[in-house]
Nanobody, 121 residues
Framework: QVQLVESGGGLVQAGGSLRLSCAAS?????MGWFRQAPGKERKFIAA????????YYAGSVKGRFTISRDNAKNTVYLQMNSLKPEDTAVYYC?????????????????WGQGTQVTVSS
């Protein structure tokens, strides 16, 4: 069983930055970040393989967000720069059962409780 705890969310002005962290208990493989805005479905944001060699990003965040991991700390990060009001959402960390990074929500078996990110204009 894997437990995931996100932190680092908050309120920031447009153009600002935040770094989200996801601390995992138990063995993790590929990891991902998703977000869900009110009234909308949960969407893929970024993914990273177990080794960290492979990363994927949604087009809406590519060039602004960076996913990374520290396996020694069992922690995954999401650095978010140049934030926009449309980035406002609850952000979720997820763990897959495969070491290969994936963009599919169905490949993730464990989820954190989410952390709110609000970007003001």
């Amino acid at each position: 069983q894997v437990q995931l705890v996100e932190s680092g969310g908050g309120l920031v002005q447009a153009g600002g930055s935040l770094r989200l962290s996801c601390a995992a208990s138990g063995r993790t493989y590929a990891m991902g970040w998703f977000r869900q805005a009110p009234g909308k479905e949960r969407k893929f944001i970024a993914a990273i393989s177990w080794s960290g060699d492979s990363t994927y990003y949604a087009g809406s965040v590519k060039g602004r967000f960076t996913i990374s991991r520290d396996n020694a700390k069992n922690t995954v990060y999401l650095q978010m720069n140049s934030l926009k009001p449309e980035d406002t959402a609850v952000y979720y960390c997820a763990a897959a059962s495969s070491s290969i990074a994936t963009t599919s929500i169905y490949e993730y078996d464990y989820w954190g409780q989410g952390t709110q990110v609000t970007v003001s204009s």
